[in-house]
């Protein structure tokens, strides 16, 4: 079945500090991928998403590229601040008798110390 | 435009008691997919529901059971409460559209906090 592996935090980084977060995944077909926020105590908000191989998604100064030779989507910015503390949910959807399910990974919480 | 809506925000329950969950879709969205969160894990998909008849399930037993309503909204029933059912319970809903290529954005509500004691 569909899978989602992504580094193991926690991640602690300096503000303006780069951050990579990675995330590889096992899918049957052609999946949409997406990284996906929750901030302390909040529900999950969409932070980017990529339908296609070569796709670059981008949002608030992330960004993640889907690769399908590697099976990767790894999250990038290039200078964290302290609010972008939370844990990050790489996850993709795939279509199964035209419905769509959401496999995620387990989460890697970020850190940013001023 | 209200987003999705769950209630209650939290709730607490003893082992062998049964809850009801409540989800409202995001206005136009015609499918609802519920996901259980367990501390420091990511959602794990439990079911979702499309034309008021469960469309797909995950690997959770009979216990956990669904309902949708003709205004799309949804319930999740978990019977025989068991320590381990504590997690927060996500509602998502979508527009569902044909086979073919292309995603619907899920939408998540905040969730509903769980505790069996």
């Known amino acids: 079945g569909d899978s989602v592996t992504q580094m193991e935090g926690p991640v602690t980084l300096s503000e303006e500090a780069f951050l990579t977060i990675n995330c590889t995944y096992t899918?049957?077909?052609?999946?949409?991928l997406f990284w996906y926020v929750q901030y302390p105590g909040e529900g999950l908000q969409l932070l980017l998403k990529?339908?296609?191989?070569?796709d670059k998604g981008s949002n608030k100064g992330f960004e993640a590229t889907y690769r399908k030779e590697t099976t990767s989507f790894h999250l990038e910015k290039g200078s964290v601040q302290v609010s972008d503390s939370a844990v990050y949910f790489c996850?993709?959807?795939?279509?199964?008798?035209?419905?769509?399910?959401?496999?995620f990974g387990t989460g890697t919480k970020l850190q940013v110390i001023p | 435009d209200a987003g999705v809506t769950q209630s209650p925000t939290h709730l607490i329950k003893t082992r062998g008691q049964q809850v009801t969950l409540r989800c409202s879709p995001k206005?136009?969205?015609?499918?609802v997919s519920w996901y259980q969160q367990a501390l420091g894990q990511g959602p794990q998909f439990i079911f979702q529901?499309?034309?008021?008849?469960?469309?797909q399930r995950g690997n959770f037993p009979d216990r956990f059971s669904g309902h949708q309503f003709p205004n799309y909204s949804s319930e999740l029933n978990v019977n025989a409460l068991l320590l381990g059912d504590s997690a927060l319970y996500l509602c998502?809903?979508?527009?569902?559209?044909?086979?073919?290529?292309?995603?619907?954005?899920?939408?998540f509500g905040p969730g509903t906090r769980l505790t069996v004691l």
């Open positions: 990529a339908t296609k191989a070569d």
């Open positions: 899918a049957t077909g052609y999946p949409s």
């Open positions: 529901y499309y034309e008021e008849e469960e469309r």
């Open positions: 206005s136009g969205h015609d499918t």
């Open positions: 998502a809903s979508t527009r569902r559209t044909g086979l073919g290529p292309g995603y619907n954005e899920q939408f």
């Open positions: 996850a993709l959807s795939g279509r199964s008798g035209g419905y769509q399910k959401v496999t």
